[in-house]
């Protein structure tokens, strides 16, 4: 099982990424997931939550109205997509998956397998 993220890089305050997170060894249509940033010298943060079917999300106060999390079951992928981008930002993202359906929202221990992380970084 290896979830792969990817879509990172430099990008200007204001301006747009969009992360991906592709699951392979395993059909993620019914698994919870979720993304993670790590800044350099911090701790580990929520950023965003999905549910198996993409009804339920949850937000981190820091990016609500900014950050966007959906995914495509038929493509076993989730995607985050970051508008209006601060310094702030920058970090190492992470995406996660539950091993089951629960809905794990912003509870780190909660998530079963993790992705390698892709760098994010917001010039001012």
């Known amino acids: 099982v290896q979830l792969q993220a990817s879509g990172g890089g430099l990008v200007q305050t204001g301006g747009s990424l969009r992360l991906s997170c592709a699951a392979s060894?395993?059909?993620?249509?019914?698994?919870?997931m979720g993304w993670f940033r790590q800044a350099s010298g911090q701790e580990r943060e929520f950023v965003a939550a999905?549910?198996?079917?993409?009804?339920?999300?949850q937000y981190a106060d820091s990016v609500k109205g900014r950050f966007t999390v959906s995914r495509d079951n038929a493509k076993n992928t989730m995607y985050l997509q970051m508008n209006s981008l601060k310094p702030e930002d920058t970090a190492v993202y992470y995406c996660?998956?539950?091993?089951?359906?629960?809905?794990?929202?912003?509870?780190?221990?909660?998530?079963?397998?993790w992705g390698q992380g892709t760098q994010v970084t917001v010039s001012s």
């Open positions: 996660a998956a539950t091993r089951d359906r629960r809905f794990a929202g912003s509870r780190f221990q909660d998530y079963d397998y």
């Open positions: 060894g395993h059909t993620f249509n019914s698994n919870s």
């Open positions: 999905i549910n198996w079917y993409g009804a339920i999300t």
